[in-house]
């Protein structure tokens, strides 16, 4: 298995505070990416990273801002969460138009 | 543009029937493409891929047979067991921007009874 942790793996907040999502790889693969999960419309890109400082938006980004200082780790921010952004966020790895690999989720829940 | 479309689910078999998810897709150019399974509580997992027309992707008793003609990845396997149960989501790989983007079809939610 590919070694992608996430952290926290669940986490309750309350609307308008910020929220940091963690994600974590030691396979040294160049592109990271963040999805969200939600019943019926199975898995969207937030945002992805192609390098270390290189990052570009997906197809649901408002919202979302990511940041990527070092090759291992991709960190997803809620700068003011919303109930809308309640939902399971998948991290995945890959290494240059290869298989992409998939970390455990985090269950976020706004109230 | 690129997306994927899939049987809407729940699907409910008994074990040991045969399966069969069906995908379409829309793509511009010629991308590859995959089935994941996600298992209760986890991530999703590459189950199997087909990178160019006609090739057939296997893997765990599953087969799937990439139609360019009929732009169709249809997931099978001959007889289903218990542990197959999970949710099966079809996807295209989709090179924009000089990265490899996955689209994703909404998945389908297979359960086995014994």
């Known amino acids: 298995d590919a070694g992608i942790t996430q952290s926290p793996r669940h986490k309750v907040t309350e609307t308008g505070t910020p929220v940091t999502l963690r994600c974590h790889q030691t396979e040294n693969h160049r592109y990271m990416y963040w999805y969200r999960q939600d019943p019926g419309h199975g898995l969207r890109l937030i945002h992805y990273?192609?390098?270390?400082?290189?990052?570009d938006k997906g197809e649901v980004s408002d919202g979302y801002s990511v940041s990527r200082s070092k090759t291992e780790d991709f960190l997803l921010t809620l700068e003011s969460a919303t109930s809308s952004q309640t939902s399971v966020y998948f991290c995945?790895?890959?290494?240059?138009?290869?298989?992409?690999?998939f970390g455990p989720g985090t269950r976020l829940l706004v109230l | 543009g690129n997306s994927v479309t899939q049987m809407e689910g729940p699907v409910t078999l008994s074990e040991e029937a045969f399966l069969t998810i069906n995908c379409t897709y829309t793509?511009?150019?010629?991308?590859?493409l995959f089935w994941y399974v996600q298992y209760p509580g986890e991530g999703l997992q590459l189950l199997l891929k087909a990178t160019k027309a006609d090739d057939k992707g296997s893997n765990k008793g599953f087969e799937a047979t990439y139609r360019k003609e009929t732009t169709s990845f249809h997931l099978e396997k001959g007889s289903v067991q218990v542990s197959d149960s999970a949710v099966y989501f079809c996807a295209l790989s989709a090179t924009q921007g000089g990265s490899e983007k996955l689209v994703f079809g909404k998945g389908t939610k297979l359960t086995v009874n014994p």
């Open positions: 793509a511009t150019g010629y991308p590859s």
């Open positions: 995945a790895i890959s290494e240059s138009f290869e298989t992409q690999y």
């Open positions: 990273s192609y390098g270390v400082k290189d990052t």
